[in-house]
């Protein structure tokens, strides 16, 4: 009888991770929930599989192969109270440092509390049990894979990450007796680096992707610069990322064209920093991610490396001072071509940007609301010496004022900028109750209604004029009143101004930008259609040829069919 693996893929990913973090220790207790675990490696002579009928022994035998052998030793019990029984000895393993893994076979969490057989609930441990705890659940789509691998990644990592220790894995199953699968598939691993072991960079275009990040010193900036000369590299960024070195690429512009000018791709993606702020379009066959956390963070489902280190020592060990540097002047020429073609833009938020980014005094700081201000202030670039905050961490439209005002009271040597929307002004306005420093600068963009959901590419378009009242939040607020902000102002001795249109805007905006006696706000009047109007214009200034002549016959069919409903 030949024997094969199971069909079950979260258990073949957990098999083929064991194998490629050479953990081959196995202790099987007899039971019916683990077949398709214990089944498919029995077979299979990687794993030294030894059989304790007692979990409670089980667990302790781990103890003492762990112990004596210096590797990572794994558990495998069946469902009901079988579980429970590894607590002593996992307890063991927890305050004696040794790296059991306990896989916990489970039938579906739906059947948890519901009077069914066998079926207990396994999501929550003690805290001096064990270090970790991942639920393995069935996989149905692409995602839930793509999240197997990374959870069961992070689970046999955490083993022996810094301080050694038991890791727990709950393993589902549907009780598949299929055992037809010949190859055992190998899944992405991942592995983490610490102070050796660096792997060889990938021959090709290299993207180093900068999330949200304070301020860089000017050694982490040539340590990066140095690293881009060397290794064909450019940095993605959007305003939050900070970095302003040589190799600065402000992405979305160039990035969200319907065209690929060679910007969008990578052979490897390298990620420092946190939750970036901006929606961009790229993509890389794996990923890497630089951080004294050594955490797994896997955004993109290609993560391969960790490296739990300093950014600046990392770059500093793949720089070889040469110059093979080919992809700046690619990505400066897709920028140029870009910006050429910029056409007169609609009254809008991101007509506004166009007209002032670039003329925000250096040496200040900018705050930019969630979301529609964040993503339309990342088409156009800021001075150089201008760092740049947005609340990406939740990224929710609460706080966004709070924290530039928090930022500017603690900071009264800069001058503070901040642009924000109606519904995250509105919605964290009690900020303006307190003591307002001097030095701040809030441009208020006032559409009258959340025009996020109003843009030709969000879903709510889908809904037209019908997404206003309960989607797009239209008309709350005084629904662009003119006196109520101004009276709000003149109250809290805030100077304030107003435009409405592209003369009034270029009128006030020097008394908006300038360093004055005292905080100001400046409202603009925009709506919504000119809002998406000019995003879209924004998203398609390049476009191919074949893109052309699809849009055309799509707007010769629409008139068609306006013209055929029309009678």
Not at 254 to 262: H, R, S, T
Not at 477 to 486: A, W
Request: glycine share 6%.
């Amino acid at each position: 009888m030949k024997h094969y693996y199971t069909d079950e893929k979260n258990t073949l990913i957990l098999i083929s991770l064991l194998k490629q973090h050479n953990i081959r220790k196995v202790i099987a207790s007899p039971g019916t929930t683990n077949i398709s675990f214990v089944g498919s490696i029995q077979f299979d002579p990687f794993f030294e599989v030894y059989s304790a009928v007692d979990e409670r022994a089980a667990a302790f035998m781990a103890c003492g192969l762990a112990e004596e052998s210096g590797e990572p030793v794994v558990l495998t019990c069946t469902g009901a109270t079988a579980s429970r029984n590894y607590v002593p000895g996992l307890t063991e393993a927890f305050y004696r440092k040794l790296p059991v893994l306990a896989v916990t076979s489970s039938q579906h969490e739906g059947r948890i509390g519901n009077y069914v057989a066998q079926m207990l609930d396994r999501s929550g441990q003690f805290s001096d049990m064990v270090k970790m705890s991942v639920q393995a659940r069935t996989v149905y789509s692409s995602e839930d894979e793509e999240n197997m691998v990374t959870s069961i990644n992070n689970a046999l990592l955490e083993l022996t990450h810094n301080t050694p220790g038991p890791v727990h894995i709950n393993l589902y199953t549907t009780y598949s007796n299929n055992f037809v699968v010949e190859e055992l598939p190998k899944y992405r691993v991942i592995r983490r680096v610490k102070e050796d072991g660096y792997p060889d960079l990938p021959k090709g275009k290299i993207g180093i992707f900068v999330g949200a990040h304070a301020a860089f010193s000017d050694e982490e900036t040539a340590a990066i610069d140095a690293f881009c000369e060397s290794n064909n590299a450019i940095v993605i960024c959007d305003q939050i990322s900070n970095y302003r070195g040589k190799y600065r690429f402000l992405t979305s512009f160039v990035n969200n064209q319907p065209v690929d000018l060679g910007t969008k791709k990578f052979d490897l993606l390298i990620y420092i920093g946190s939750v970036h702020g901006a929606y961009m379009s790229f993509s890389g066959k794996q990923l890497w991610r630089v951080n004294p956390d050594g955490v797994i963070r896997d955004p993109y489902r290609n993560l391969t490396y960790v490296f739990e280190m300093d950014e600046i020592n990392f770059f500093k060990h793949y720089a070889t001072g040469e110059n093979n540097n080919t992809i700046k002047e690619l990505c400066d020429k897709a920028s140029e071509a870009a910006i050429k073609k910029i056409p007169e833009l609609p009254f809008s938020n991101m007509w506004i940007a166009q007209q002032t980014a670039s003329k925000i005094p250096s040496e200040s700081i900018l705050h930019l609301s969630i979301l529609n201000t964040l993503r339309v202030w990342n088409y156009f670039e800021t001075d150089k010496a201008i760092l740049c905050y947005t609340n990406s961490g939740g990224y929710g439209i609460d706080g966004c004022l709070s924290s530039f005002l928090g930022s500017a009271t603690v900071n009264p040597e800069k001058e503070h900028y901040m642009i924000i929307g109606d519904l995250a002004f509105f919605y964290d306005m009690g900020a303006l109750f307190n003591k307002i420093p001097s030095n701040v600068h809030i441009m208020l963009i006032n559409n009258g209604v959340g025009t996020e959901f109003k843009n030709y590419n969000h879903r709510a378009s889908y809904f037209g004029e019908e997404a206003n009242d309960f989607m797009a939040a239209k008309g709350h607020n005084g629904f662009k009143n003119e006196n109520l902000v101004k009276e709000l102002c003149d109250k809290r001795e805030i100077a304030y101004y107003s435009a409405s249109d592209k003369k009034s805007y270029l009128s006030v905006i020097s008394n908006w930008l300038n360093k004055g006696s005292g905080p100001i706000l400046l409202e603009v009047f925009t709506n919504d259609k000119d809002e998406s109007d000019a995003l879209e214009i924004m998203n398609n200034i390049l476009v191919s040829d074949a893109v052309k002549a699809r849009v055309k016959r799509f707007v010769k069919r629409m008139k068609k069919r306006v013209k055929r409903h029309g009678k």
